[in-house]
């Protein structure tokens, strides 16, 4: 009898095994269709959810001009290439002007900014899935416009002359400093970022939420030179290594 039940118990334990194999197969079926951003191997779209990798592969972009604009055209961002400018540390080869209208729907203001085509996608999904969801939440309406403080700048960090190259020196970056709301009201970084009121509460939703798209965020809360604005990167090293978020 004794063998009977050891036999038993390893049929039993097999079957409980294929059980939780199949049970952790049907589920990453599931994530792979439903929330792809949740997993690190799964090709990225724009028009999926944001999950836990979605930054990551959104920063893999930078060498891979060709598959962050396919991206685009697959989910149907108008937009415009530019030549490549500046040479060295100073290259931006990946820059486009993304218009304003229908799927994207929000105006980046001055509108002639080109940021590199990651920061470009990394823009349209948090306009998505965090600007405008977080507008209706906070205050009751949508975001019409995106007033920036430009993307392209040939400069190092803080524009000293013994400091790593800024992000902004390739295009890789834009600086964000107001947004307007469909009504007219202006929430600016500068007058609303502190307090407990609702374009607060708004302006830090979007901080929060830009950390999962983009390899550096930063904000009035790093330091005073970030008083006026966030600071959104596609850092290369986003894809595999540290991401700032602060």
């Given at each position: 009898m004794t063998r009977v039940y050891r036999s038993?118990?390893?049929?039993?334990?097999?079957?409980?095994?294929?059980?939780?194999?199949?049970?952790?197969?049907?589920?990453?079926?599931?994530?792979?269709?439903?929330?792809?951003?949740?997993?690190p191997r799964t090709a990225l779209d724009l028009g999926q959810p944001v999950g836990m990798f979605t930054g990551r592969k959104l920063a893999g972009l930078t060498t891979d001009r060709d598959s962050c604009l396919a991206l685009l055209d697959r989910a149907?961002?108008?937009?415009?290439?530019?030549?490549?400018?500046?040479?060295?540390?100073?290259?931006?080869?990946?820059?486009?002007?993304?218009?304003?209208?229908?799927?994207?729907?929000v105006a980046l203001d001055p509108g002639d900014v080109a940021p590199s085509?990651?920061?470009?996608?990394?823009?349209?999904?948090?306009?998505?899935?965090?600007?405008?969801?977080?507008?209706?939440?906070?205050?009751?309406?949508?975001?019409?416009?995106?007033?920036?403080?430009?993307?392209?700048?040939?400069?190092?960090?803080?524009?000293?002359?013994?400091?790593?190259?800024?992000?902004?020196?390739?295009?890789?970056a834009i600086d964000v400093a107001v947004f307007v709301l469909v009504d007219g009201r202006r929430v600016s970084v500068v007058g609303d970022w502190a307090g407990e009121g609702d374009e607060?509460?708004?302006?830090?939703?979007?901080?929060?939420g830009a950390c999962d798209l983009f390899a550096t965020v930063l904000s009035p809360d790093y330091n005073a030179a970030h008083r006026d604005h966030l600071h959104l990167d596609q850092a290369e090293r986003g894809a595999i290594g540290w991401r700032g978020c602060r």
């Open positions: 038993l118990h390893r049929i039993l334990r097999a079957v409980l095994w294929l059980a939780v194999l199949g049970l952790v197969a049907v589920t990453l079926l599931w994530v792979a269709r439903h929330r792809p951003g949740d997993l149907g961002i108008a937009y415009e290439t530019l030549a490549p400018k500046g040479e060295g540390q100073c290259r931006a080869p990946d820059q486009v002007r993304l218009d304003a209208g229908p799927p994207l729907g085509c990651p920061v470009a996608a990394a823009l349209a999904m948090w306009n998505w899935n965090v600007v405008q969801p977080a507008a209706l939440e906070h205050l009751g309406s949508r975001v019409a416009s995106i007033e920036h403080l430009g993307s392209y700048a040939c400069r190092r960090i803080y524009g000293r002359s013994e400091a790593a190259w800024s992000e902004h020196a390739s295009a890789d607060a509460a708004f302006l830090h939703a979007v901080r929060d």
